[in-house]
T-cell receptor, first 112, second 117 residues
Framework: DGGITQSPKYLFRKEGQNVTLSCEQNLNHDAMYWYRQDPGQGLRLIYYSQIVNDFQKGDIAEGYSVSREKKESFPLTVTSAQKNPTAFYLC???????????FGQGTRLTVV | GNSVTQMEGPVTLSEEAFLTINCTYTATGYPSLFWYVQYPGEGLQLLLK?????DKGSNKGFEATYRKETTSFHLEKGSVQVSDSAVYFC????????????????FGTGTQLKVEL
């Protein structure tokens, strides 16, 4: 079945450590996105990529980094510079031009 | 910039009651509008969409009409079930850039719906 796979589902990180969240899609979509969800704040865009080897900052990119070496993969690294990393992270993908986005099941990151 | 405002929750209803969740938006141009649903601990699922003014999106008994004159996209269902309990997000999409394509989704803060027997 086609879809978006995020792993792991739960992730714990010690303060000061970097951590990478995986996102893989087999929908052949060109565009991929990372969103952060906090209680009562909806979803906020971290980074997006429209094509391999290219990506742009979203609204809250500070403390995060991404790569897009393959069309189907868009990993997100939460660095130690992110001051408040505990959140639910959602990856999404879409075809280009006015299409809805499809979401993965999310990764819940907790800093301990 | 673009923004989406939806009614505060939680909304608590009895089974078979009528549901309305209000959503209004601010956007330049002609965005597409969406309702997504999120069940506990899961990602977002597309519930319905409308891509131009006066379009009505519908799915699983839910409906919403794209009203450009009132910049609204209210979600309705005639008879809710316990299984409809979830968080509902209104969103709009805007094309990214001139040549790149893809969608930048702007979300409302979500409305939690609780349906009781």
């Amino acid at each position: 079945d086609g879809g978006i796979t995020q792993s792991p589902k739960y992730l714990f990180r010690k303060e000061g450590q970097n951590v990478t969240l995986s996102c893989e899609q087999n929908l052949n979509h060109d565009a991929m996105y990372w969103y952060r969800q906090d209680p009562g704040q909806g979803l906020r865009l971290i980074y997006y990529s429209q094509i391999v080897n290219d990506f742009q900052k979203g609204d809250i990119a500070e403390g995060y980094s991404v790569s897009r070496e393959k069309k189907e993969s868009f990993p997100l690294t939460v660095t130690s510079a992110q001051k408040n990393p505990t959140a639910f992270y959602l990856c999404a993908s879409s075809p280009l031009i006015r299409a809805e986005a499809f979401f993965g099941q999310g990764t819940r990151l907790t800093v301990v | 910039g673009n923004s989406v405002t939806q009614m505060e929750g939680p909304v608590t209803l009895s089974e078979e009651a009528f549901l309305t969740i209000n959503c209004t938006y601010t956007a330049t141009g002609y965005p597409s509008l969406f309702w997504y649903v999120q069940y506990p601990g899961e990602g977002l699922q597309l519930l319905l969409k409308a891509t131009k003014a006066d379009d009505k999106g519908s799915n699983k008994g839910f409906e919403a009409t794209y009203r450009k004159e009132t910049t609204s996209f209210h979600l309705e269902k005639g008879s809710v079930q316990v299984s409809d309990s979830a968080v509902y997000f209104c969103a709009l999409s805007d094309l990214i850039g001139v040549t790149g394509g893809g969608n930048k989704l702007t979300f409302g803060t979500g409305t939690q719906l609780k349906v009781e027997l």
